[in-house]
């Protein structure tokens, strides 16, 4: 049977060895993961030389599909092929190419990467006839956000990767450090991660991740003296489920002893990193209106506002010592993968969605690619200190959001939701997380010079849904 084919091409500002570089970097398959594929890399041995494979399992609802990938037809700076060892095809098999771009003088502009694909859908003909159109279409919305996201990858690599950077990050299995630390090894970075241990006291388990128990103040070994950087992303789901006592305490202490320890840690580290970031949340302004909220605007009421001005307090320790320490006042992330965003999709994608209580109450959003590129810009960027709002410039109120969300999904969005139920569900969470009101703008990150892959809501959906 004749294979079928698909291409993508993209043009890209950087050196056919920069792109080709980018591919070849730790994480850089993770890194090209589409979000909205629930698919996990199990094992993997060498890079993308010739005889090295990745064995990948792709989740739908509680079937997990292995497919086993294997690669060949290496040539440095030109070229690397998958092909399928055994999958969920009949035949699979991707070519990434690698070309100089030239101008009309013969000048090295840039370069050109081609992704090509030959595949056959399983089922023989009847795959064929009923999975052709649906695959292609899916490779198109595959490859639209790959290749915008590597443009943004490179940019950020020719703006802020001046030299390698060895930097430690914990929470690195949650939502946003999930997605931090394969973007920051795609960069070029050494990141090691600190995690808490599965039972008991802090132990090393010889892989390299550093163990910690920051509740019970242990640590297996010493932080590494030659850090340039750290970045703090732990702290317990404050959306995990209703605020019970127990919750909130889990909420509140998570952050504040883990922040804590890790600040005693670094006072005293003989030779502590250049720059330390510690994660926070819009929360800390509280339920504030149509009020424009800046990183000079006072902290507000309730318990979210209380957790974080003492989350930020828990690092006072290191006021007066030579580190830079910046607070990053995270809004809403949309990804796919998590969050908001994941619980909304399933309801809105059946048609379900619709404003929530009157509306008109802001909602703080920033897309998971401005996350992690403004804590990259808190890292290297030395005019970064004290807290600062990772927001977009665009704050919608929900009913904006509600309505631009629909529309992507192509969807109607007419079913309201009532305070009343989300307070009968949720109770005092639905008033700080649902009802709340917080306009946050991102001040600071405007004045030191962050420019923002998406600062308007309908292009980020887009964009992490694969959405044209």
């Known amino acids: ?21 980018w591919h070849e970097a730790p994480s850089a398959f993770e890194r090209l993961a589409p979000p909205w594929v629930n698919m996990e890399c199990v094992e993997r041995s060498g890079g993308i030389q010739d005889g090295s494979r990745v064995v990948l399992v792709i989740h739908q609802g509680p079937v997990g599909i292995p497919w086993v990938l294997g690669h060949k037809d290496y040539i440095k700076d030109e070229q690397f092929c998958d092909y399928q060892i055994a999958g ?40 064929r006839i009923g999975g052709a159109l649906y695959i ?37 299995t949650g939502l946003v450090g999930s997605a931090f630390v394969p973007f920051m090894r795609s960069q070029g970075h050494t990141v090691l991660t600190m995690s808490r241990p599965q039972s008991g006291t802090a132990q090393s388990d010889g892989t390299g991740e550093l163990k910690w128990d920051p509740e019970a103040g242990t640590i297996a070994q010493e932080l590494p003296g030659d850090l340039d950087a750290i970045v703090h992303l732990g702290g317990h789901n404050v959306a995990n489920q209703r605020w019970t006592v127990s919750e909130k305490q889990a909420i509140y202490e998570s952050r504040i002893k883990s922040t804590t320890y ?18 926070s949340a819009v929360g800390y302004y509280g339920n504030r209106g149509v009020e424009p909220l800046t990183e000079d605007s006072n902290a507000g009421e309730g318990f979210l506002a209380d ?3 003492d989350w930020e307090g828990s690092a006072e320790i290191l006021k007066d010592s030579p580190v830079r320490v910046s607070f990053a006042r995270i809004g809403a992330v949309l990804t796919p993968k998590g969050g908001a965003l994941a619980k ?9 969605g619709g404003v929530v209580g009157s509306g008109k109450q802001y909602f703080p959003w920033v ?28 704050c919608v109120t929900n009913a904006e959001f509600t309505h631009a969300f629909a529309r ?61």
Not at 1 to 21: D, G, P, W
């Open 408 to 468: 992507v999904l192509q969807r109607p969005a007419i079913a309201p939701v009532k305070p009343v139920m989300l307070r009968a569900l949720y109770g005092e969470m639905a008033d700080a997380l649902m009802l709340a009101s917080v306009r946050v703008l991102p001040q600071k990150l405007k004045q030191t010079g962050y420019q923002f892959a998406y600062g308007e809501l309908a292009p980020a959906l887009k964009h992490m849904l694969g959405k044209a």
């Open 367 to 394: 897309a998971m690619e401005d996350v992690i590129g403004s804590l990259y810009h808190a890292i290297v960027e030395e005019s970064v200190s004290g807290p600062f709002n990772v927001v977009a410039p665009q």
């Open 88 to 127: 969920p095809f009949a035949y699979w098999q991707q070519l990434h190419a690698v070309k100089d771009v030239v101008d009309s003088d013969g000048h090295i502009v840039g370069a050109e990467l081609v992704d090509n694909v030959e595949f056959l859908p399983p089922l023989g003909l009847l795959g």
């Open 136 to 172: 292609k279409s899916e490779l198109a919305r595959l490859f639209r956000y790959r290749h915008a996201l590597m443009r943004r990858d490179l940019e950020l690599q020719e703006r802020y990767g001046k030299r390698p950077l060895k930097i430690l990050v914990t929470g690195a």
């Open 307 to 309: 957790v974080c001005r």
């Open 262 to 279: 890790l600040a005693q840690l670094i006072k005293a580290m003989p030779k502590p990193p250049a720059t330390v970031v510690f994660a």
């Open 1 to 21: 049977m004749k294979k079928l084919v698909f291409e993508a091409k993209i043009k890209l500002a950087a050196s056919r060895h920069q792109v080709f570089a």
């Open 344 to 352: 909304m999709l399933p309801i809105f994608g059946a048609g379900g």
